[in-house]
């Protein structure tokens, strides 16, 4: 599976007629709005991937989603705003991979925490236009007050979810804060890392190093 998971155009959503040629006036099929929404954030995050965040104007991502830049206004009421809604489409679509990785391990606790972790270290959540896009929303959290919100929401959201899987492996609840942040910040580094470096190590190796911290943390023997 690659990024298409997260980028590609809704399936309802028709090719717009336009066929580029700037001497000649676009013409533009119809969308229900809920689909022409979701290609308008879907082009957002292509934009954002390629050129960053200084490169998501109203016209660039008009012209990515083959619409009229007035459509951008009428959906979103401008482009801060649909740049934060691809924010939030995309933590979505992560947190969603993290739904399914949990409900295909079962019951066992120590299973469950395992393929919520590793889940990070394959496809589609590691794959580098992914994180493309992710670099430009992080660009963003020290310039706009919302973005910088919507991350830490984010987050607080992941760690909860790990304090919870981490209390089912019978962590101690004055550990779990802690412990949590401790596995967030592996799974962000190794993450990083095959995005970047993919030869470096692989998906397997990046979960056997989070199995062993969790073995860590998890010990009864810790103190």
Known sequence: MTNAAFLARAADAPEPAADGNPGRTPTYT????DARRLSLIEACARVLARSGSAGASV????????????????HFGGV???????????????????????????????????AFVTASFAA??????????WIAFWGLV???????????????GYRARLEA?????????????LSAIAIAALVDGLWLELCLSPGCFSAAEAGAIARRHIDALTSPDRE
């Open 30 to 33: 119809r969308a229900e709005p």
């Open 59 to 74: 016209r660039a991502i008009a012209q990515e989603a083959g619409v009229s830049a007035g459509l951008i206004g009428h």
């Open 80 to 114: 801060d705003a649909l740049v934060a809604a691809t924010y939030a489409h995309i933590d979505a679509t992560v947190t969603a991979t993290l739904d399914d990785a949990l409900a295909q391990a079962g019951a066992a606790p120590r299973a469950r925490l395992e």
């Open 124 to 133: 589609p959540i590691a794959d580098p236009a992914l994180l493309a896009t």
């Open 142 to 156: 020290g310039a706009r007050t919302d973005i910088a919100r919507q991350h830490d929401e984010q987050y607080a």
């Open 165 to 177: 899987l981490l209390a089912d492996c019978g962590v101690a609840a004055g550990q779990l804060r």
